[in-house]
């Protein structure tokens, strides 16, 4: 395959994911109007291309690292390490100690995304049931890790099991301690992370259904009061479901793209968590933190990915335990932009300047609306990993990771040094 085939071939799939929005709009517009009739549509004669696409030769990436060797010496990014990538020939552009491990923040949500996509597929949801319960008028609630349900959803099962007198929910899928070291139990209330339970209602999230609002200390029993007041329960508790129950209504979550998408785009360390537990379960592993942190980096080395010098506390980014080299971040957007397995993670990225915890940033510089990057904030830490579309069409993959540096500060030279592989 000629540079020129292969370069359209790796960008095509980055290009793919950017149109995703207007292709669904496509989809609902033909569902409302694939009835209407009207003559043969105009056809145009294609116009001669006017750029030359995008080949080894023509493009310098001499030049651009020397760019970013300098940028990366802003005092405002303290201690930066990270490696940028030429996603059509795979060389390294630029790399600052890459293997070298530092304070992640939420840039850890890239590794447990990539391990649920491999390993759950994009597809994958979750089920959950209400079943009877072993005495009279009792119905349980069989968690199973859905953090994701709704009011609508919940008006859903009541309307199916109907009145009963008691509500139990059955959280035993789930284990192990329901905070983790290295959180602040003052997150909590910051809204930052719950207790971990198998089952909540808009992330426990309290008096909302998004943000950083409070969250509630006991995710798992407000569920079961939300469906106890819906069926005229008087009582509700935790215990276990009986094996062989009959099942009385189930509600089913959004597929996995879809909640990946939502934990991305606010950084929602939940849902991150989550999807880790429900990882560990479905390899068999018990349904706890620790399981889960584990069964990430068990998927990823199974794919063939070098996880060494890795430290993972949790699922999120949120404790200052975990450690990750930039290079592993980097093997995986550089993956995702070059295979097909892994592509459905690029499309879960905010765009820069457009969405989630990017809308707010690059202002006019070139790097808006072509950046898409998680990104990752603790006290002295920065991170921002993802992709950039270059002014010559190649696509370049990116982890820089920051410590020991001002946050607004750091955010400001990010944004810079990923805008100049824009212009590059």
Known sequence: MSGKKLWWTATAGVTALAVAGVAGFAVVADRHYGDLTHDPAFVAEAPAPLLEAATAASVDNAVLGARLRELAGDPALGTVHGRVTDTVTGETVWEQASGEALQPASATKILTAAAAILELGPDDTLVTEVV???????????????VWLTDKQLDELAARVGAAEQVIIDTSVWSGEPFMPGWDAADVDAGYIAPLEPAMLYGARLGATSG??????????????????????ATVGLGPAPSDARVLASVESPLLTERLEAMMKDSDNVMAEAIGHELAVHRGLPGSASAATQATLDVLTAHGFDISGVTLADNSGLSVHNLIPPRLLDDVLLDAATRPPLRPLLATLPVAGASGTLTERYGE??????????????????????VVTAESGRVYSFALLVNGAEIEGARAALDGFTSAIRDS
């Open 212 to 233: 950083d609002v409070p969250r509630s200390h006991t995710p798992a029993l407000d569920v079961a009061r939300a469906l106890a007041e819906r069926v005229g329960a």
């Open 365 to 386: 510089l070139p790097g808006r609306g072509w950046v898409r990057a998680k990104t990752g904030t603790l006290t002295g830490t920065s991170a921002l990993a993802g």
């Open 132 to 146: 009877e319960g072993s005495a009279p008028g009792a119905v349980v609630i069989r968690a199973v890790g859905d």
